[in-house]
């Protein structure tokens, strides 16, 4: 492809903030317009924005020129009296599995994908379906938000079995997972880090004892895998390696899959003939409902990348050293691949090249369990539930972790 130019810097007109609106509660005009121009440079992310489907692709599909590895703020990268408590608490230098480029990311990455077997996710679908059932039972009164009552429970005790993390621990497990948000965004104050890094210290000193009890004794659970495996494997038999990816686990699990979750009920409930396909032809219906409910509301909005050459990316000539942010929900609904993009079309022939899951290396691996995870919340919710409707008033308010973007509450009745 021919190089046109240089990066498109016309300020407001390119700058975006997931955090901020318009682009928190309804990015779509941006990215149209967006779209319609090559790559462009927005200040309030310091990076450049990616938002057509092909330079979607073309970024994850290159891993040696578009890396991980530098691209999202570290534990460790933070002031130095954050990092002195990180240090005294014993918490491990290990960057997640996401941030990793080859060989290193390829060695963990076969760890986790049996972790994340077939075989596995058979043998925890029971846990599932109990799990939604024991929710639903616990509904009082006609009404619920479904993601505080709903979602948000049930998926966090599913991700805890998957690790092997107690039911007793959740609070401790959920503090850590928000702890380590606390520490990967730079905007956050330094006496909440500070904070934050205390307590990590201290869930350190927690994850290593149930490490050690799961290498004397393995179960059939995700840290046992990584202990038994990561041994075989020089230069991660260290235990902080194991650290790393658990806690990256649980938070590339958590709020990811709750609020693909709510976004699919919300679809189902706002589109009547989604909602009497639901309650006619459940499995089939959800199934569908699911995969167009990812493509046009991905929980993980986007991916940000460093480039290791001066490298041209949609006709523009990006330099080494670029930060690009890759936009999965513009992707998604880019026209020339989704026609209708913004339509809701059960059954779309492509939607499954949808970029929510990612793609290429890093290409999620926890993709079966979330869709198996969404279908059975669905299939329980909408069975036990037949008259769901929205609770009256309710207008939807989206919530965002820097890219991470769900709903805030999801208020029923029936
Ligand atoms: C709807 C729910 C989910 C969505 C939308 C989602 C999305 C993603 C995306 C976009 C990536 C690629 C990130 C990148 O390229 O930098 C990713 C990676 C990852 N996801 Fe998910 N995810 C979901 C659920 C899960 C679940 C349930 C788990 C685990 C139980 C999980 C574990 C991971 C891990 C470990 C990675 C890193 C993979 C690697 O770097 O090789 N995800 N996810």
């Known amino acids: 492809m021919t190089v046109t130019g240089q990066a498109d810097h016309s300020g407001a007109e390119s700058d975006f903030n997931p955090m901020v609106n318009p682009h928190q509660e309804d990015p779509h005009p941006f990215y149209r317009r967006a779209r319609t121009r090559s790559v462009m440079f927005s200040p309030s992310v310091d990076a450049y924005l990616v938002c057509r489907y092909t330079d979607v692709h073309a970024v994850l599909d290159d891993p040696e020129t578009f890396s991980a590895r530098l691209a999202f703020p570290f534990i460790y990268d933070n002031p130095p009296e954050v990092v002195a408590e990180l240090r005294a608490g014993g918490v491990p230098e290990q960057r997640r599995l996401v941030d990793e480029d080859s060989p290193r990311h390829r060695q963990i990455r076969a760890l986790i994908d049996v972790g994340f077997s077939a075989q596995r996710i058979r043998s925890?679908?029971?846990?599932?379906?109990?799990?939604?059932?024991?929710?639903?039972?616990?509904?009082?009164?006609?009404?619920?938000?479904?993601?505080?009552?709903?979602?948000?429970?049930?998926?966090?005790?599913?991700?805890?079995?998957?690790?092997?993390?107690?039911?007793?621990?959740?609070?401790?497990?959920?503090?850590?997972?928000?702890?380590?948000?606390?520490?990967?965004?730079?905007?956050?104050?330094?006496?909440?880090?500070?904070?934050?890094?205390?307590?990590?210290?201290?869930?350190?000193?927690?994850?290593?004892?149930?490490?050690?009890?799961?290498?004397?004794?393995?179960?059939?659970?995700?840290?046992?895998?990584?202990?038994h495996g990561a041994d075989g494997i020089p230069g991660l038999a260290q235990d902080g390696a194991v650290h790393g990816i658990i806690r990256g686990t649980r938070i590339a699990g958590f709020p990811t899959t709750r609020d693909a979750i709510t976004a699919t009920t919300l679809l189902a409930l706002q589109n009547p003939a989604v909602h009497e396909g639901i309650l006619r032809e459940p499995t089939q219906t959800i199934i569908k409902a699911t995969e167009e409910a990812l493509r046009r509301n991905p929980p993980n909005r986007g991916v940000f990348r460093v480039t290791t050459r001066e490298v041209e990316l949609g006709g523009t000539r990006l330099p080494q050293g670029a930060r690009v942010l890759v936009l999965f929900d513009s992707a998604n609904r880019d026209d020339t691949v989704f026609p209708d993009a913004d339509a809701v079309v059960l059954g779309r022939p492509n939607v499954h090249d949808h970029v929510s899951f990612g793609r290429g290396l890093h290409a999620c691996p926890g993709a079966p369990v979330a869709r198996a995870e969404i279908q059975v919340a669905l299939r329980t919710l909408f069975g036990r539930l037949p008259g769901l409707r929205l609770a009256d008033g309710f207008e939807p308010t989206y919530r965002a972790i820097h890219l991470v973007r769900g709903l805030e509450s999801l208020r029923v009745q029936w």
Not at 148 to 177: D, H, K, L, M
Request: glycine share 6%; no cysteine.
């Open 124 to 227: 925890l679908m029971p846990v599932v379906w109990r799990r939604a059932e024991e929710l639903v039972d616990r509904f009082t009164g006609g009404t619920a938000d479904l993601v505080a009552e709903y979602a948000g429970p049930y998926v966090q005790g599913i991700i805890n079995a998957v690790i092997g993390f107690p039911v007793e621990a959740a609070e401790r497990v959920e503090t850590s997972t928000l702890d380590s948000f606390t520490l990967s965004n730079p905007a956050a104050p330094v006496e909440a880090k500070i904070d934050a890094a205390r307590r990590l210290g201290e869930f350190t000193r927690y994850l290593q004892a149930l490490v050690d009890a799961r290498r004397a004794a393995p179960r059939d659970d995700l840290i046992s895998v990584l202990v």
